[in-house]
C-alpha cells in the first residue's frame, strides 16, 4: 500500500516531519514500513514553455521547435510528437531531469525536452506533448509537485481496513505526532431520493448509499488529481472515474459511478441467479451463481458486488448523468467471489477486510466537493439514497489501570496517560478511580478491537515497545507431565535409532494404485475431497506403500540399510470419525545374501521392543515371501507380523519388516520390570545338533527342547542350521544352572541325555 506524505499532510495541521523519520515512527507505532522513495522530484524543474516557432526536419517525423521557457531562456529542441506548433503552452524538461541531455538529432541541436503527461509520469496518455489552456513560460506544471511515497506492507494492514486510505492512516499519524486530525466533510443533501435501492440480504450487504448527478461532463482530470492517483500506483481514467479512485484511496472507501442513463429502473442488491452472467469493465463476461453477489437493475446484473462494475452502465465521453454508489458488502462473500472469479482488484482488497459501514456517506460527502471541482456545472438530483441495516454496537470494554499496567509491564503508566493515547485514537474514553469504560469507533469495530487484550496493544505500541522494560511474568513456570503414549512412541525412537535404525516420514496420503499393488481394498480408505497433489487422494490403511517405496528409493544408493516409521494407519468408519492406529514398520534390507539374516535380526528387535514375544507361521499375503512371514505373538495376543516382501516387489536385494500395532503393544507390555539378582555361581552350556526336514520351523524344535530340559534350564538359544548333501541340521545351545550351586558334569549330562531322549522320542535324530 503506497501512501503520499504531502497527501497525509493536507490531513494533519503542522506536521513537518521528514517523510524518512514519518517512516520510521509508523513502522515502530503501526505497521510495517517496507520504503520511503521520493517521487516526482522533477516537477521542481519541469516548467511551462512556449513554443514560439515549429519547423518539420525533412524526411522526417521530427520537428525543431524554439520554445521559451522563462526560467532556462529560449532553447532549441527536437520534437517528434505530431501536436507540437507554434504558441502551443507545454512542459519543458530541462537536461539533467528524467534521463533527458543535450542531444544531437538528425544533425540538429536539442537542448531538453518538450513532454507528454506519461512522460511526466502524471497519466498513462501518450498521444502527444502535454497542452496547457493557461499559464506563462517559467511557470511550475500546475498542481504538480514533489512528493515522498511511504510504502506499508499490505500484511501489516490486514487486520485494519481503516489505514487502506490516507485519512485512516492519517489518523494514526495524528495520534504519533500529537498534531490534530483535519475532519473530513460528510454532510450530504436532504431531500427524497430519485432512485430506489432494495437490499435482498443484510447480511451480505448491510448498507448501500448512492446519488444521482446530471449536467455531468467527462472529461481528462486537473492535472494535480492525475498526479495523485498516479503517485500511489492508480491510473487516471477520466474526471468521474479518477473521484472515485481519489475516495478510495482517501478514506478507504471503494466507490462506483454508474452511466445513469443506461440503468433500467431501481437498483437491487442481491445473489445471481444459475447461469446469469455480468460483461465487466475489463471486457470479461463472468458467469455466475447464486453464492455471488451482484447489484442489478431490472434488466440484470449491472456489476459484481464489492468487486467490478458492469461494462454496459460504464461512464463513457458521452455520460450526462450519473450513478454515484458507495456501499458496504460481507467480508467473506467477497473474498469468495474474489477467488471464484479469479479477479482481485482495488475494491475487492478493501472490502473483504471488513470495511465500516457507516464510511459509506462519509465518501459520498467527499464525492461530492470532488465532483464539483473536476466537472463544473454538475447538478445533484434529489437526496441520498441510503439503505442501512446498522449492526448491533459493540458493547463499551472494560479494565482497570492495575490491569493494564500488569499486562504492560508497566508499573508506572497513569491513568492519564491511558486516556490521552485512546482519545488520540478516538476511542471514546470515561475514567473514575482507575476504572475505565472504553468505546469502540466503528471503523475499528469491523473484527479489529472488541476485548480489553486489544487496547493492551493499542497503549503499549503508542508508548512503544522499546520503552517498555522486558521483564519475565512473575508465574510459576513447571513442565507438564509427558502423556504416557507421546514418552513411548519417543522412547521406541531413541531405542530404535540407538541400534541403527534411521527413522523416515511419509506422506499419509495414497493413490489407488499402491493400494492395490499390495492389495489393500480401495473402499476400506478414506477418500480426500481436495488433495493437495495428484497421487494422494486416499488416506493410508497401511505404512507399507510408502515403506516399500522407501526400499527401493533407497536401495539404489545403498548396499544395506535400517529404517523405519512410526505413523498411523487410518481405516473409514462410516459416518464416523475415521479410526487412527499409530504402527511402527522397521525395516531391514541388503543387497546381497539370502535374507535370513534380516529376518534374525528383525526377530531380535522384536524381542527387544516386546519382551516375551513369539512367532507364529502365518499364511503369507501377496506381498510377503510364501515362506517367511510369521505372527508375532504378545501375551497369547497377535501384535504384528515378521516377514520378507516377495522378490518382486523389491526391484533388487531382500528386505524384512517388522510391522507391530503399537495400541496392542502399549497394552499388553508390562507396566514394570521385576528385579533378578546376579547369579553367584556359575553355568554350563553345550549345543545339540538335529537333523530335520528341509521346511521344519526351528521354533517348533526349540519349543520342543524347552519343556524337556527342565527346571535348571536357563536358556535355549537357536544357532543356526546347515544344509549339506546329507541333509539339514539346525544346531541350539542349552545353558543350565542352578540358583545355590554349580551343577555337576553328571548333572548336565543327565540333562542332556533326557533332552536327546525326548527329541529321538518325536522322530527327530540328533547328530552326535
Same mark, same amino acid.
Given at each position: ?187 450530504? @443533501? ?80 442481491? @445473489? ?497
Amino acid at each position: 500500500m503506497k501512501f503520499s506524505s504531502s497527501w497525509l499532510a493536507e490531513h494533519i495541521d503542522g506536521l513537518n516531519l521528514a517523510p524518512a523519520e514519518l517512516g520510521s515512527l509508523i513502522t515502530i507505532k503501526t505497521a510495517e514500513c517496507e520504503g520511503v522513495e521520493p517521487h516526482g522530484a522533477h516537477f521542481d524543474h519541469v516548467v511551462i514553455a512556449r513554443v514560439l516557432t515549429s519547423e518539420p526536419i525533412p524526411g522526417t517525423h521530427l520537428a525543431v521547435a524554439s520554445v521559451d521557457t522563462g526560467r532556462y531562456g529560449i532553447k532549441q529542441v527536437v520534437c517528434g510528437a505530431p501536436n507540437c506548433r507554434a504558441n502551443l503552452l507545454t512542459a519543458y524538461v530541462p537536461p539533467g531531469q528524467l534521463g533527458v541531455t543535450n542531444a544531437k538529432l538528425r544533425g540538429v541541436d536539442s537542448a531538453g525536452m518538450l513532454a507528454s503527461s506519461k512522460e511526466l509520469g502524471i497519466s498513462a496518455e501518450d498521444e502527444g506533448i502535454i497542452e496547457f489552456a493557461a499559464g506563462n513560460p517559467g511557470d511550475a506544471i500546475p498542481g504538480c509537485s514533489s512528493d515522498t511515497i511511504i510504502e506499508i506492507d499490505n500484511k501489516s494492514l490486514t487486520h485494519r481496513p481503516d489505514l487502506w486510505g490516507h485519512h485512516g492512516m492519517a489518523r494514526e499519524v495524528s495520534a504519533i505526532t500529537g498534531r490534530p486530525l483535519r475532519p473530513v466533510a460528510a454532510e450530504l @443533501p436532504s431531500g427524497p431520493a430519485p432512485i430506489a435501492v432494495t437490499i435482498a440480504d443484510a447480511k451480505l450487504c448491510p448498507r448501500f448509499s448512492a446519488l444521482r448527478f446530471e449536467n455531468v461532463t467527462v472529461q481528462p482530470s486537473p492535472l494535480w488529481l492525475q498526479q495523485r492517483l498516479e503517485s500511489v500506483g492508480l491510473n487516471p481514467i477520466n474526471n468521474i472515474v479518477d473521484v472515485t479512485n481519489f475516495v478510495m484511496a482517501d478514506l478507504a472507501q471503494p466507490m462506483h459511478a454508474y452511466d445513469a442513463a443506461k440503468l433500467n429502473g431501481g437498483i437491487t442488491v442481491r @445473489p445471481a441467479t444459475d447461469g446469469e452472467s455480468c460483461p465487466a469493465l475489463n471486457g470479461t463476461t463472468y458467469s455466475l451463481d447464486p453464492t455471488v453477489l451482484v447489484i442489478a437493475d431490472e434488466s440484470g446484473p449491472v456489476g459484481i458486488a464489492g468487486i467490478i462494475g458492469g461494462g454496459p452502465s460504464a461512464i463513457s465521453a458521452s455520460t450526462t448523468t450519473i450513478l454515484l454508489e458507495a456501499a458496504n458488502f460481507h467480508a467473506a462473500s467477497i473474498r469468495k467471489t474474489s477467488t471464484k472469479l479469479k479477479l482481485r482488484t482495488d475494491a475487492s482488497m478493501r472490502f473483504e477486510k471488513s470495511q465500516d459501514p457507516a464510511n459509506t456517506v462519509r465518501a459520498l460527502a467527499r464525492a461530492v466537493a470532488l465532483l464539483e471541482e473536476v466537472s463544473p456545472g454538475i447538478r445533484l438530483v434529489g437526496g441520498v439514497a441510503d439503505v442501512y441495516y446498522s449492526l448491533p454496537p459493540l458493547a463499551p470494554i472494560e479494565f482497570t489501570l492495575a490491569w493494564m499496567q500488569r499486562k504492560l509491564g508497566k508499573a508506572d503508566l497513569t491513568a492519564a496517560e491511558v486516556t490521552a493515547i485512546l482519545t488520540s485514537l478516538a476511542f471514546g474514553v470515561t475514567e473514575a478511580a482507575g476504572q475505565f469504560t472504553v468505546t469502540v469507533p466503528s471503523w475499528r469495530a469491523t473484527k479489529d478491537v472488541s476485548i480489553k487484550d486489544d487496547l493492551v496493544e493499542e497503549v503499549g505500541r503508542m508508548i512503544g515497545y522499546g520503552n517498555l522494560t522486558p521483564l519475565p511474568p512473575l508465574v510459576p513456570n513447571t513442565v507438564p507431565p509427558l502423556p504416557p503414549e507421546r514418552a513411548y512412541l519417543r522412547g521406541l525412537r531413541q531405542l530404535l535409532t540407538a541400534q541403527g535404525y534411521t527413522e523416515v516420514y511419509n506422506y499419509s496420503f495414497v493413490n489407488e494404485a499402491q493400494a492395490v499393488e499390495l492389495g489393500l481394498p480401495i473402499p476400506d480408505h478414506v477418500r480426500v475431497v481436495n488433495p493437495i497433489a495428484q497421487g494422494q487422494e486416499l488416506l493410508r490403511t497401511s505404512l507399507l506403500p510408502h515403506i516399500k517405496r522407501n526400499i527401493n528409493d533407497n536401495a539404489r544408493e545403498f548396499e544395506s540399510f535400517r529404517l523405519f516409521e512410526i505413523g498411523k494407519e487410518i481405516h473409514d468408519r462410516g459416518r464416523e470419525l475415521p479410526e487412527e492406529i499409530p504402527h511402527l514398520a522397521a525395516v531391514s534390507f541388503a543387497k546381497h545374501g539370502d535374507g535370513t539374516a534380516s529376518l534374525f535380526e528383525l526377530k531380535r528387535l522384536a524381542g527387544t521392543i516386546a519382551v516375551g514375544c513369539t512367532l507364529e507361521p502365518a499364511t503369507a499375503h501377496a506381498y510377503e515371501h510364501p515362506f517367511r512371514s510369521a505372527i508375532v505373538i504378545l501375551r497369547n495376543e497377535p501384535i504384528g507380523r515378521l516377514f520378507e516382501f516377495h522378490p518382486s516387489a523389491v526391484e533388487t536385494g531382500r528386505a524384512a519388516v517388522l510391522y507391530l500395532d503399537l495400541v496392542k503393544l502399549q497394552a499388553l507390555r508390562p507396566e514394570t520390570g521385576k528385579y533378578r539378582p546376579l547369579r553367584r555361581f556359575p553355568t554350563s552350556a553345550f549345543d545339540l545338533t538335529v537333523v530335520a526336514e528341509p521346511r521344519e520351523l526351528a521354533g517348533r524344535v526349540l519349543h520342543l527342547i524347552e519343556p524337556l530340559a527342565g527346571p535348571q534350564a536357563l536358556k535355549v538359544q537357536y544357532l543356526y542350521d546347515y544344509t549339506s548333501e546329507k541333509g539339514r541340521s539346525m544346531t541350539y545351545r542349552i545353558t543350565v544352572g542352578a540358583a545355590d550351586r554349580t551343577l555337576t558334569s553328571d548333572e548336565v549330562t543327565a540333562t542332556r541325555a533326557a533332552i536327546i531322549a525326548g527329541l529321538e522320542a518325536t522322530g527327530l535324530t540328533v547328530q552326535s
